[in-house]
């Protein structure tokens, strides 16, 4: 059989394929086979499972398990997210606490030392009598807008009220909702023990004293939820209730005596006895070399490091209103709790401070006659109460650790007792709410003190409406000097603001008086001739009420003043003898008692300005309380130049709030300011045919600042066509403004000198602008000191401007830790050196005038011939200059033939062709 070599396998077609190529690298590649046999189907992935068939899962088991790792997924990145967004708005709350603090300690650094408290503006709003038995009115602020909510009695029913602060500056009273009073007490401390708005809910938190915990939501309407949620109940009824100041938690002291710690949600973190036998984890702990008997114990000696203070005699004040109290450090890391422990002998009031977790860090060292009254300093550093004993009544101070740490005492001198006391959010004044008694007559007030030195002044006495009593007090929580109060029918915000009060009429004969309010006395330096640091002065005067505002008149060179008390009187002094060393006290010319010219100035007036020896100025609220108004007030004088009485009055209501009365004595120009930072120009009719010198005030304003500027100044301009006033105004974000134009925005203090508007700044210089240049085209770009540059120094850091003397060449400054120091400015000196260059006076008969039995003679009409003492000195002094090296001093050689009168160009052009011949 013949082998036939060409044949091949007969095979089916379909499971044959003819053999390709053997692909390449990138070709494997693109098509990812998975089998090595190119007739074989490509294999894929098989999953099986290799658990038994019992416990295998259907698709459905798989896809609903499946679903649920999905859905869990989800919530855990839903979680994830919520925490990440606390976490980022308490990084917020946090950044603005910062934010807030470093506003609170720049506010801090503007408050100088020796200012006193002007009060700018006054609201006032009338909600209508209250119950008569009415004891007090809880009142709480939203500090986004300003607006107040107060729980008063109403017939049966008490009610919460809200007063809003409208466009027109005027205050709107409505009503919010109705509480039914279910309980038999007449008072509203045991009715509503506390109320308070929390921003972040728009929500208002009433705390009842039976145990309800409310919550009132303000846009309830808005959401269609309930405007009422009773969001727990104590059984055992609530004492107290206390917010921290990042509304993050709520502090209860129960009817048990305990406290209760809950979120901002209302969920409980703790409860806890608040009488136990601890004295707290930070009790100090001596190691020997800090104990008692080795420390210095002055004049009483080393006998008094083994006295043992005897505390069962102690006993709580007759004054005490059994109530507890909780406040919160400021930054709301601690709390304290002032509360009667009647485990401690007669039941004493005791101090208490916990963390912010309610664990207890240390308790007050015994304190006999220990008050109810408790304040936190926001700062952080003092707790505040009161002791009284028989011969005074003190306000002490206690640190963190339960220790005693300073003290002062009321000036007090009838029955009184304190109801309230209270830090403003930047810790610089103590609001004390006082009730006298006189008489069986019960009157109240609210006291501001600041301290400086060590020493506590009385800056302020609020007095309500004669016929009214205060009900309850507040600091806003933002704006450091803003206080409210209520009285049994209205409501009233107060403005204040820190102002030095100085002469300031632009004279040679101007002492630079600086005069500071201590209660009922004026604490008077004039720094022309002497520099005494507060609290120390040269002169003083005391009044029989309380001072409130000081203005200088032009008088005697602006040394006379005026003074207006609480009381509503206003006391005329004159200082002829100012300038002599040391100065005798001023004289009083008399006083006017303004609450027995017209009802509706009680308690109104806040700013006056003396512009002559019979005029005097008023600024204060009308009667309707609506809008301001400023009264003009002529009064005569007897043969003795004493006060006799007031012969007439004028009154112009303004459309609207004023903020400043401002006089210039040197210009004669009164200008007031509103709310918005509009100036007004104050017109005196001066030929009124009645003599009585009628007034208006410009309708349209002469200027208006960018904004409201708390301190103002007026600065007048000539040129060869005429006179331009300029208003400088200082707003409280240390923006500078002449007009409308902004010349630096880091200022701190200002004052307007004879040649300069001299200011300081927050880059620790102090600055002085020229008046002669044109102020509408100043601007200052940085606080670079370019040499011999003599409109810039450089000042220790926080330092503000005093005062400065008109027509000298020093400067007072005061620094951060109240120490005063006067130092000589290069541009002061030169602008002097100027001034006397330009005069031909003999100053052996002005500045140096022969002594005569101790003291300067009166001018002689002898005098030398000085008409021609500058050519005089001119020619000396080059005489002398040539004799020494001309070469040498030849820049001034040629100002002395330049300065002459006539200048003697040709002298001086001569020299310079003869050295350069």
Known sequence: MEENTNSTINMPTDSYTI??????????????????KSWKRPKTATRRSQLPRNLRKSWDDRLKER???????????????????????????????????????????????????TLLSQFTASFGNSNPRLKNIRHTVNPENGDIYLVRFSESKFELVKCSLVQTQNFEVSSIIFFPNGGSSNDLDEIVKELKFLVDIQSICVAFGNGDIVLVHLDATQDGEEMVE?????????????????????????????????TKDFDVITEFPINVEELGEAVSISVGWGKKETQFHGSEGKTAAQKVVD????????????????????????????????????????????????ILQSTSEPVDNLEHILSWRPAGNLIASSQKSIDKHEICFFEKNG?????FSLREIKKHKIIEILWNCDSTVLAIWLEREILNDVSSCVQLWYMNNYHWYLKQEILPPSTESITSISWDPEIALILHYTTDSSY????????????????????????????????????????????????????????VHVSFSPNNGGNDFAVLKANQEISFFEWPEVMNTP???????????????????????????????????????????QSDSITQIIVEFDDNGQIQKKLFESTTHFTNFLRRLHYNPTYGIIFCETNEGSIHKVIIDHNDPNNTEHFFVSKTPIVSLP?????????????????????????????????????????????????????????????????????????????????????????????????AAYYDVFLVLQMPRGNLETIYPRALVLASVRDFLNKNEDVTMTMYPQIENGSKSSFSSNSHDVSTKVNTVCDAVRAVLESMDTKTYLQSIITSYVRKTPPYLESALNLLAKLKG
């Open 67 to 117: 679903q649920e790792k999905e859905a869990m997924k989800l919530l855990e990145q839903k979680l994830k997210d919520e925490v990440a967004s606390e976490k980022k708005r308490k990084r917020e709350i946090a950044l603005k606490r910062k934010q807030a603090l470093e506003e609170k300690e720049r506010l801090e650094k503007l408050a100088s030392f020796m200012k006193s408290l």
């Open 707 to 803: 904004e409201v500027c708390n301190w103002i100044g007026t600065v007048q301009v000539e040129s060869e066509k005429n006179k331009k006033t300029f208003v400088v105004g200082l707003s409280e974000h240390n923006k500078l403004y002449v007009n409308e134009r902004l010349i630096t925005a880091d200022c701190t203090s200002f004052f307007i000198h004879n040649d300069f508007i001299i200011f300081t700044t927050l880059s620790h210089v102090v600055r002085f602008l020229p008046l002669h240049a044109n102020l509408l085209d100043l601007k200052v770009l940085d606080n670079v000191i370019q040499p011999y540059d003599e409109t810039i120094r450089r000042v220790e850091r926080g330092s503000k401007i005093v005062c």
């Open 311 to 358: 505390t069962s005699n102690f006993t709580r004040s007759e004054d005490d209103d059994f109530h507890p109290r909780v406040s919160w450090c400021g930054d709301g890391s601690m709390f304290c709790c002032s509360v009667i422990d009647h485990n401690k002998g007669k039941g004493l009031r005791v101090i208490r401070v916990y963390n912010r977790e309610g």
């Open 230 to 262: 009773v969001v727990g109940y104590i059984e055992s009824g609530i004492r107290c209730m206390e917010w921290s100041p990042d509304e993050e938690l709520v502090i209860f002291v129960t009817g048990n005596d305990t406290i209760l710690e809950m």
């Open 403 to 407: 220790l005693r740490h300073g003290e």
């Open 492 to 547: 009233f915000r107060l403005e204040f603001s820190w102002d030095n009060l100085f002469a300031n009429t632009i004279s040679a004969n101007n002492a630079a008086t600086v005069a500071v309010i201590d209660g009922c006395s004026i604490y008077l330096t004039p720094f022309r001739i002497m520099n005494i640091p507060p609290p120390m002065f040269a002169s003083s005067i005391q009044l029989d009420s309380p001072a």
């Open 19 to 36: 053999p390709s190529p053997k692909p390449t690298l990138s070709t494997q590649k693109i098509e990812r086979r998975v089998s090595g």
């Open 583 to 625: 100065p005798k006290p001023p004289k009083l010319l008399g006083i006017i008692h303004m609450d027995k010219i017209e009802s509706p100035y009680k308690g109104s007036i806040r700013q006056i300005a003396w512009i002559n020896k019979t005029t005097l100025f008023c600024l204060h609220c009308h009667s309707n309380n």
